[in-house]
Nanobody
Framework: QVQLVESGGGLVQAGGSLTLSCTAS???????MAWYRQAPGKQRELVAF????????VESVVKGRFTISTTDNARSTATLRMNSLKPEDTAVYYC???????????WGKGTLVTVSS
C-alpha cells in the first residue's frame, strides 16, 4: 500500500505563489506522480504529471504559471510550484501516484488552495 500526503495549500491573493508538496510512503515505489484539482461544482481535472524519466507535463490552462518537479524520479515526491495564481485556480488539489503498467493508483486526501481576487 501507498499513502500520499499533500501539503502547502492555503489562502493567497491573486498574482501570488504557492508550492504544493506530495510525499508518498509505503512499500511500493511509484514511477508516475500527478496533481489534479477539483473546483466546487466541477469535475476533477489533471493539472500536471511527471514520470520516472523526469519528463513533466503541464496542462495548457496553467502552462507558463505552474511547474512540476520531483527529487527522486517520481518514486515518492512531487512538487507543484504555482505562480501568478488566479481566482479560477481555487480548488482542492490532489496528488496521484501510480505504477505505470499496473492498476496501482493512489490518491491523497487533497489540500485546499484558495485564491482571492
Amino acid at each position: 500500500q501507498v499513502q500520499l500526503v499533500e501539503s502547502g495549500g492555503g489562502l493567497v491573493q491573486a498574482g501570488g505563489s504557492l508550492t504544493l508538496s506530495c510525499t508518498a510512503s509505503g512499500s511500493i515505489s511509484l514511477n508516475y506522480m500527478a496533481w489534479y484539482r477539483q473546483a466546487p461544482g466541477k469535475q476533477r481535472e489533471l493539472v500536471a504529471f511527471i514520470t520516472s524519466g523526469g519528463s513533466g507535463y503541464v496542462e495548457s490552462v496553467v502552462k507558463g504559471r505552474f511547474t512540476i518537479s520531483t527529487t527522486d524520479n517520481a518514486r515518492s515526491t512531487a512538487t507543484l510550484r504555482m505562480n501568478s495564481l488566479k481566482p479560477e485556480d481555487t480548488a482542492v488539489y490532489y496528488c496521484n501516484g501510480r505504477v505505470v503498467g499496473t492498476s496501482m493508483s493512489y490518491w491523497g486526501k487533497g489540500t485546499l488552495v484558495t485564491v482571492s481576487s
